[in-house]
């Protein structure tokens, strides 16, 4: 009697396996490497997993927009958990892949098309990386003080103030 529950338990559990390790594979897991990702100073992890999101959006989309369609095809859900499996795990680093070949080209094509190049003032680039701007901060507070920097953060308004109001 054992057995054959324990046997049935593991038809279900196979029968179900999509089901089962959808969620798993599709949001546990990113959400966790997503957190890891925005805790690590790398920027590679943070390209990963936020392009990991954007296509699953668009997949999430697609089910919603086709749902009666999808019905129809009844390995749907395995196709979608091999696909998800091929874009989270960082080996196949399919996220990147589909994001560089397929989202990147049709979204540049897109701005391409509507945005006038000649009109748009180039930015100039102060600093190479997001935390230069923290090490100099950082970097001043310690050499001058903290009351220092609140003075140049107030030269900085008044002169801003000073600007808008001409």
């Keep these: 009697m054992g057995g054959s529950s324990a046997t049935a338990l593991l038809k279900v559990l196979l029968h179900n396996f999509d089901i089962l390790a959808g969620p798993v594979v599709s949001l546990v897991y990113p959400l966790y490497a997503s957190i ?3 805790e690590s100073k790398s920027p590679v992890d943070d390209q990963q997993w936020l392009t990991y999101w954007i296509l699953y959006s668009m997949i999430t989309l697609m089910e919603l927009t086709f749902a009666k369609l999808i019905e129809c095809i009844p390995i749907w859900s395995y196709a979608k958990l091999i696909t998800t ?4 795990i ?4 399919g996220a990147a ?3 560089e070949h397929f989202v990147r080209p049709a979204f540049v094509n897109a701005q391409n098309r509507t945005v006038d190049t000649q009109h748009v003032p180039i930015k100039k680039v102060v600093f190479s990386k997001e935390d230069d701007t923290v090490i100099a901060t950082e970097k001043y507070m ?4 903290t009351d220092a920097f609140r003075d140049q953060i107030d ?3 008044y002169r ?3 600007l808008r109001n001409k």
């Design 90 to 93: 960082p080996y196949f680093n």
């Design 97 to 99: 892949y589909v994001y």
């Design 160 to 162: 801003g103030n000073k």
């Design 85 to 88: 499996c091929w874009l989270t």
């Design 36 to 38: 890891r990702a925005i």
């Design 155 to 157: 030269k900085a308004e």
């Design 142 to 145: 310690k050499e001058n003080g």
